[in-house]
């Protein structure tokens, strides 16, 4: 049996954003660093896993593959802005929430050359900047693409990159959901590029809308999320039924909402049929987008999956037997990050050839 690298990097623990607004009221921040650091105790508590920290091999051209240059400059001005105005300020590590939204382009051109530009490319108020942010981003970005890079040099079949911030909310251009980066979609442009087609499954509560929209357009990289019907779950203006890709790559992109109160057996019926469209894609290699805020335990979410069945998922996701990067995303009960991923790389490595 293969040993499995668990990719870390402490660096997530200098971006800790105190708090968030939740309809316009203050909650603390959920996406909080004790999620990540619940999760590497427990994979590496497992017998068959062990620790990497690995180097920063991430470059910019990397990260332009997915999103915009623009974007990315603005993140890196932005935590550069947050460090500077500290002294002036006169409080510590100060995070800038977005509060002007450029909703058209003369908007954002005016916006754009004013140091009050903190919602430039924000979609919400969920992903705000401190003087750390960029290089917790960065760090997190880099474990998903060291990740890739293990399962391209054939070192390993299977890795787990314990990514904070999570990713799957970032668009080629937009940041929101507690994400600035593609951390999946870095990894899923850096297989493609050595190993040709593969696929994104993405089985976090909330949709995957920045993976979509990076892949919206491209055959090459299949993209299935299963998640909480839009329609009453946030993002909201993604993740239904109907989106399907763009015009060169239509059929390459599936959704599988799911009602509010799902269960495991409805859950793994969904999933399954995730499993044959990816099964029929022929993948050279897949990329899962681990969220863990389905489990019943969950603060802010509405499905009922018993821990349990993250076990069955994992084993039903193994039996792919594709060369696999685990992203981690969401899931905001801080213990369940641990016990669950425990659980659904167990379930992988049990049923992996
Ligand atoms: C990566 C990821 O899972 N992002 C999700 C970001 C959106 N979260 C919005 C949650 C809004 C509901 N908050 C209710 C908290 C009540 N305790
Ligand atoms: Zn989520």
Known sequence: MDRIPIL????????????????????????????IESAREALLALPFTFEIQPDLLLKDEHITRVHSRALLEHLRQRSLFAEQQEPFI??????????????????????????????CYAFDTYAPIGKNTFKAVFASANLAHCAAQTIIQQDNRIAYALCRPPGHHAARDMLGGYCYLNNAAIAASHLKQALGKGAILDIDYHHGNGSQDIFWDDPEVLFISIHADPNDEYPFFAGYADEQGGELALGVNINLPLPKGCEDEMYLTALDQALNAIREYQPN?????????????????????????????????????????????GGYAVEQNGILAARLISGIVDSFA
């Not at 997530?12 to 004790?34: F, K, N, S, T, V």
């Not at 050359?113 to 903190?118: H, V």
């Not at 069945?309 to 060369?323: A, H």
């Open 285 to 329: 290699w897949l990329v899962l987008s681990a969220g863990y805020d389905t489990c019943q335990a969950d603060p802010s979410t509405f499905f009922n999956l018993t821990d349990a069945v993250y076990t069955e998922i994992g084993k039903r996701i193994g039996q792919l037997n594709v060369p696999m990067v685990i992203v981690h995303e």
């Open 8 to 35: 870390y990097s402490p660096i997530h623990l200098m971006h800790q954003p105190a708090y968030e607004y939740d309809r316009g009221m203050q909650i603390p921040y959920q996406e909080q660093a004790c999620r």
């Open 90 to 119: 006169g409080q510590e590590d100060v995070y800038h929430y977005p509060w002007i939204f450029p909703l058209n382009p003369r908007m954002q051109t005016g916006l754009l050359k004013s140091p009050d530009n903190a919602g």
